[in-house]
């Protein structure tokens, strides 16, 4: 294939990249804009949704769609309890101490993967994509003949990719409606901006934060659960998501849902496009360099607000 096919596959791939990591960072973005709370353990709920996808498909059996769908429902609904029994258990009895905080999720993190380790064990293992058709795609080329369309060998990318990167989309619309249209975000919204304010007009912070805490990690988990057919449960998965996710969150501006979404789809699509040009470990430098430059000009990161 020519260099335009190739860049074709390359921009399909870091699109669902993207609408992983969106996923992803969204969840960190949110936990951080509301409660101030950095979580470090933020990959192992990743990782757990990725474990747990594993299990429920394996249980259910049949068609690989019953198992995948009963994950898809059941999978991020359990990790968002188990997040909220960590808010609940651990951060709300130090009060959600910055510092505090970094070495309580590190615990977590600690905690969650060595238990997996034990009960799972050491081996990746994959998820069955419930439907994976491949479809070429055409090329449109200007040549001596006129415009025409070509079917070049090779290009081609499968209907659950597809499916992975609708349905990030639809879930960002969902959380949107939710957040800007709703009483729930209208809640999350008015305890983000003054928590005692918020706490003196009758709204329950400490369960707010348990939602909110379990809504990240849930989104979390969501992500996994669509990546799983691509990319295999392990028990150590969830360094990459935890990595990438605060680079997006850094860049597109601590709490900013707006710049996460930006940032996002710009990290994962340079890791895609640089991935299958060059080397990942080439991405994974050329992310980071863009998190010391936005740190360097831009601290508040791309949407974000200057302190006042």
Partial sequence: ??????LMLASIEGAV???????TAMGLSIVFGVMRVVNVAHGEFFMLGAVFAWAVSTLIGGHAGFGFVAALLIVPVLVGCIAAGVDQLILKRIDYDVDRTIVATIGVLYIVQQSTLMLYGPEARPVAPPFNTRLALPWFEFGADGFQMIWPWGLSVTTYKLFVIIAAISVLGMLWF??????????????????EMAQAFGVPVNRVYSWVFGLGAGLAALG???????????????????LLAFIVVIIGGLGSLP????AA???????????????????KIIATFLVAMVLVFRPQGLMGRVAA
């Fill in 17 to 23: 990249i993207s609408a992983i990591l969106v996923l």
């Fill in 224 to 242: 996994a659960v669509l990546v799983v057919p691509i990319q295999q449960a392990h028990y150590l998965m969830g360094g990459d998501p935890l």
């Fill in 178 to 195: 939710v957040l800007t249209r709703t009483k729930i975000g209208l809640i999350m919204r008015a305890t983000q901006q003054d928590r």
């Fill in 259 to 262: 710049g996460t979404v930006i």
């Fill in 1 to 6: 294939m020519d260099f335009g096919p190739h």
């Fill in 265 to 283: 789809v710009l990290i994962g699509m340079s890791d895609g496009i640089i991935s299958v040009f060059f080397s990942p470990t080439l991405a």
